[in-house]
Structures are given as C-alpha cells and as structure tokens.
C-alpha cells in the first residue's frame, strides 16, 4: 500500500490548474496500491478552498495561519518538512512550476529522500519509483527508477496528467501551523503580474493555432477572419512569434503557453515536439497540413491533408453557410 501526499499550489484566493491535475494522477497512482492520497493546503483564510479540493483527495490536510498569507519558499519547506516526518507518505507529488521548485530540491535534501524534477509519468515498481523524464528538449523519454528509499519526492510537469472531475468526501484534518515567523533574511514584497495581450489563449475554447506554413504574415488576415468565424481565437507556433508576425503571448508550446481548449485547430503547423507539449490535452484536435507526414498528425484526431489555402475559405464558407 502507497501512500502518496500531494502539495496544493494556490495563489490570491484561487487553487491552480496543476493542483487539480496532481491530484488526479495522485489518486490514481495511490488506488493501485490500495493507497490513499492526502493533499496538504498552506494558507491564511482558505476555508473557501477546501469543499473542491475535498471531492479530489481521501484526506485533506489543512493548516491556516498568517504566516502561509503570501508564499515564501523556505516557510513551505520548513512547514512540510514537519508534515511529512509525522506523515511518512511513500511519495509526495509537487508541482513543477515557480512555486513548486523554489522549495522542492531543498525540502528533499533536507529530509534526506531521492527526487527528480519534471516528470511527465511515473509508476510504482519493484517497491520502488520510476519515473520518466523527458532529455534534450522533449526529443527523447528517458526512464530512470530511483535509489530505493521508504520514500520519495517528485515535481510534474503541468499538462501531463488532465484533472477529473472529483467524486471523493475527504475527512478534512486542521493541524496547528509547524511554523508561526517568517525568516528575516526572505520576504514577500508583492505580485507583479505579468502583462496581458489582448487575448488570453489559455481561456479560450477555440484555438486556430498557425505556423510557418502560412508562408508570409499578409496571410494572418485570412486565419483571423476563419477564426472569427468559428468563434475562436488565433494563435500560433514558435516561428510565427519569431518572426514578429503575433506577439508572444499567442505563442502555443513549451517555451509558449499550454492550453486545453475544447477545440484545437493546426493550420499549416508540422508538430515540432515543442509545440506539442503545450496543445496535447486538447479535446479536440484537427491538423491541416499539405505534407502527409507532419507529425502533427500523430496528435490530431482528424486530418485534413491539403492545401490550407483552399481548405481555410472553403470551410469558412460551409460554417458561414450552417450559420444561416
């Protein structure tokens, strides 16, 4: 029996969306070992978090002081170092983002556990983790089992495992805070958020995303009006971004954003791995592509091989057309 604790991850009043997909691959890896998952929540006034995050763990851990009010990576390790000496889980999942990284490799060599970072799988075998990892920007997955331990540590990748819906009533533990001062040598000054185009592709249900087949930037035009259309939005692979055509935050990919629409269309996109990182869990995807053999295709759930220059217009016209 494994059992897996997993760090919730919020900020200004809101649970993040890789919370909910640590959860999800949480509880699965737990139930096949008749484990539990317990999910740990920091924070100073959260108890409007707690109903949702119930349904998604057996049991939820809960400690609440102003201490957690804005997080501070070292508050979290010193906190979780305690919870976990008292838990003992065989494996605690961490996002792998800002957050999670800030205080992940320090918490697991303060403890004394094996880890990795940026997981995209992992399984529990032969008594032990493993894992796999992607090298050299996504080319190759690598699968490494780790030092055997009684326990162990682990940040994933957000987009690898999509959250599900949650079914479960977790008994709901409130604990006294481990630590009650923050660390005068590390302190919260304030959020600086990052600014936002005029679109936000992570929000939108309909992406057209374009590449470089789209040839030259006085085409867009023809993307936007399709886009429009449908009632989507454009955005766009790495080449577009460089070139200068869309502005980066309509960049789709692992050095762009990752989205989950409900609908992904890819015009003129060949399916680099890097652009694939960040559109995969789209609930639907189409590719429209002249070449046969874009590996886009192996992602796609329909195909469309043809020019995207007749291809474009003539479903804008049948759209238009149904609309009627």
């Known amino acids: 029996m494994a059992n897996i604790l997993a760090v919730v991850e919020h900020r200004q009043g809101a649970v993040r969306d890789i919370t909910y997909e640590l959860l999800t691959f949480g509880r699965k890896l737990a139930e096949k070992t008749d484990g539990k998952l317990t999910g740990v929540l920091l924070g100073h006034n959260v108890d409007n978090l707690t109903d949702n995050l119930k349904k998604h763990v057996h049991r939820l851990i809960v400690a609440d002081h102003d201490v957690f009010k804005d997080f501070n990576g070292d508050v979290y390790q010193q906190a979780l170092a305690d919870i976990i000496k008292k838990e003992n889980p065989f494996l605690t999942l961490i996002g792998n983002t800002a957050f999670?990284?800030?205080?992940?490799?320090?918490?697991?060599?303060?403890?004394?556990?094996?880890?990795?970072?940026?997981?995209?799988?992992?399984?529990?075998?032969?008594?032990?983790?493993?894992?796999?990892?992607?090298?050299?920007?996504?080319?190759?997955?690598?699968?490494?089992?780790?030092?055997?331990?009684?326990?162990?540590?682990?940040?994933?990748?957000?987009?690898?495992c999509p959250a599900e819906e949650g079914n479960l009533s977790a008994e709901m533990q409130k604990i006294e805070s481990p630590i009650t001062t923050q660390p005068s040598y590390k302190?919260?000054?304030?959020?600086?958020?990052?600014?936002?185009?005029?679109?936000?592709?992570?929000?939108?249900?309909?992406?057209?995303?374009?590449?470089?087949?789209?040839?030259?930037?006085?085409?867009?035009?023809?993307?936007?009006?399709?886009?429009?259309?449908?009632?989507?939005?454009?955005?766009?692979?790495?080449?577009?971004?460089?070139?200068?055509?869309?502005?980066?935050?309509?960049?789709?990919?692992?050095?762009?954003?990752?989205?989950?629409?409900?609908?992904?269309?890819?015009?003129?996109?060949?399916?680099?791995f890097q652009h694939i990182a960040g559109m995969k869990n789209a609930d639907t995807i189409i590719a429209i592509n002249k070449d046969s053999n874009a590996p886009i295709f192996n992602e796609a759930d329909y195909g469309i091989v043809d020019d995207l220059f007749k291809v474009l217009p003539a479903l804008k016209s049948k759209i238009m057309e149904l609309k009627k």
């Open 187 to 272: 302190k919260f000054i304030e959020y600086i958020e990052a600014a936002v185009g005029d679109v936000d592709i992570t929000k939108a249900d309909v992406l057209v995303g374009v590449g470089r087949g789209i040839k030259e930037q006085a085409n867009l035009s023809m993307v936007e009006d399709f886009a429009k259309a449908i009632g989507g939005v454009v955005a766009c692979s790495r080449p577009i971004v460089d070139a200068n055509w869309l502005p980066k935050d309509r960049q789709v990919g692992s050095s762009g954003k990752t989205v989950k629409p409900k609908l992904y269309i890819a015009v003129g996109i060949s399916g680099a």
């Open 100 to 160: 999670g990284i800030d205080f992940c490799p320090s918490l697991a060599t303060h403890l004394g556990v094996p880890f990795t970072t940026d997981c995209i799988d992992a399984e529990i075998a032969d008594s032990g983790i493993r894992v796999t990892r992607q090298l050299y920007d996504g080319k190759m997955d690598t699968h490494m089992k780790l030092s055997e331990s009684p326990s162990y540590m682990l940040t994933m990748r957000s987009g690898t």
